[in-house]
C-alpha cells in the first residue's frame, strides 16, 4: 500500500514560471550556467547558486553553503517569485516532447514506503552522498525536484487525470529544449480522496530517477525522529514524487565504449564474440535491433551478435554484457572506475560511436539495445542491481516547479 498525500507546495508565480523552473543545475555547462545566472534573475539556478558573482563563496558541500541556500530561497519567497499553495494539493504534471508524452501526479509519499521496500529500488546508492544530501535536506527544509516513481498503468487514474484537464491548466508554457509543460494543481477534496484511494491499492512503486534523493529523505526522516515520539503526520516523514504509469516512462540506454580490444587482434575478438551467439555483419547497426541483440563496431565493420537464446528474459542486456564480456574479455570490474570504458547516451547514432572509433579515440564501440520497464521492475522485484549506465530516463523533471517544505513543526494535509 502506498501513502501518497497531498500537500501545499512552494512554487512560482504564473507570470514567472518559465523563468523560474530549470534544469537540473550540474546538466549546464559552465559557460551556459554562468550566461543564466547573469541574465535571469530568476531562474531557480540562483537558489542553489546563492553565491554567484561574490568575492568569498562558501565551500562546496558546507553547511554554510546549505544555509546560503535556505537563506537565498527565503528571499525569493519574500520577494514574491513564489506563493505558497493555500489548500493540500496533488499537482497533475504533463510534459509533451518532440516524440512522446508523460502525464503523471505529483505528491507527497511516506518515507514508510521507502524503508518498507513498497518503493522498489534498481541500483545502489552512496553512503558519502546519502549524508551530504541529508544534511543539505535538514539545513535548507525543502526539496525542489521530486523523486520519479513509476507504477502500473491504472484505468481508474486514467479516468480521474482526464478529469482533472477539463480545467485550463494553472502553467501552460515551453522551454528552449522544445518541451512543453502544462500544471494542474488538485485540492478538490473527493478527487483528492480518490486519488488516494488508487495508490493505497499499489503494491510496489518503482524509482526510475532518484535513488540518492529518496534514500537521503529515509535518512533526514531517521534522524529528525531520533529520540523522539514519532509523528507520523510531521512533513519530514515524507517526500516529494512525480508518479507516472509505465506508459509515460520512457528508457533510453547508455552506448559502451571501449578503448582497446585488451591485447587481443579482432580477429581473436570475433573468435571470442562467436562463441556466445550468432555473429554476422551488420550493414544497417541498431535496425531491426532488439533485446540480446548487440552492434559491435571494430575496424571500419559493424557486426551483430545475436545472444537472446543465452540471455535470461528478466535480465538486462546491460548486466549480461558485463557478466559475459567485459568482465572476462576485458577484465573490467568496475564500470564507474575503469578507465577503459566510456559511455555514451542512447541517442547517440550508430554513425556517432563509429566516428569516435575511427578518429581513434576507441577501439570498439558497443550500440546497446534499451532495458525495457519490465525488466527494470524484475530486477527491483528480487533486490537486485543493474550496472551502471544502464537506463537514461525521461521525463527530466524541472527544478522549482513545485517545492515540498518541511520545517519542524510542519505537518502534512494541513
Partial sequence: MANVRPFKAVRPVRDKVHLVASRSYVSYPSAQLKAKLDENPFTFIHIINPDHGL????????????????????????????????????YLYKQERLNSTSLGIIAAIAVEDYDSGCIKIHEQTLERREKLFAQYLDTTSFNAEPVL??????????????????????????????????????????????????YDGMDSLYIADGHHRSASSSLLAKNRNEGKVKD?????????????????????????ML?????LSKDELLVQLALLGDLHQQDLPGEHQRKGMFDFYIDGTWYRLDAASNIEPHTPDTQWL???????????????????????????????????????????????????????KHVSDVGGTMPPKSTWIE????????????????????
Wanted: proline share 6%.
Fill in 259 to 263: 578503448k582497446d580490444l585488451n591485447g
Fill in 55 to 90: 568575492p568569498h563563496p562558501a565551500p562546496k558541500g558546507s553547511v554554510e553553503l546549505f544555509r546560503r541556500i535556505g537563506h537565498r530561497f527565503n528571499e525569493f519567497y519574500d520577494e514574491g517569485i513564489f506563493m505558497r499553495e493555500t489548500k493540500p494539493s496533488m
Fill in 322 to 376: 558485463t557478466e559475459a564480456l567485459l568482465s572476462p574479455i576485458w577484465n573490467i570490474s568496475d564500470l564507474r572506475t575503469d578507465e577503459r570504458i566510456r559511455f555514451r547516451p542512447g541517442s547517440s547514432s550508430a554513425h556517432d560511436l563509429a566516428l569516435e572509433v575511427d578518429q581513434g579515440a576507441f577501439s570498439c564501440a558497443i550500440y546497446m539495445h534499451p532495458v525495457s520497464f519490465s525488466e527494470l
Fill in 232 to 256: 507520523p503526520n510531521q512533513a519530514h516523514n515524507y517526500f516529494m514524487a512525480y508518479l507516472i504509469p509505465s506508459s509515460s516512462l520512457n528508457i533510453h540506454g547508455f552506448h559502451r
Fill in 149 to 198: 516513481l513509476c507504477h502500473n498503468n491504472d484505468d481508474e487514474l486514467e479516468r480521474l487525470t482526464r478529469l482533472i484537464m477539463v480545467e485550463q491548466p494553472e502553467y501552460d508554457y515551453s522551454t528552449t529544449d522544445r518541451v512543453r509543460h502544462q500544471l494542474w494543481p488538485v485540492s478538490d477534496t473527493e478527487i483528492l480522496a480518490q486519488l488516494e484511494k488508487v
Fill in 395 to 414: 521525463p527530466k523533471l524541472r527544478s522549482g516547479l513545485t517545492i515540498f517544505t518541511f520545517d519542524e513543526e510542519e505537518r502534512i494535509n494541513e
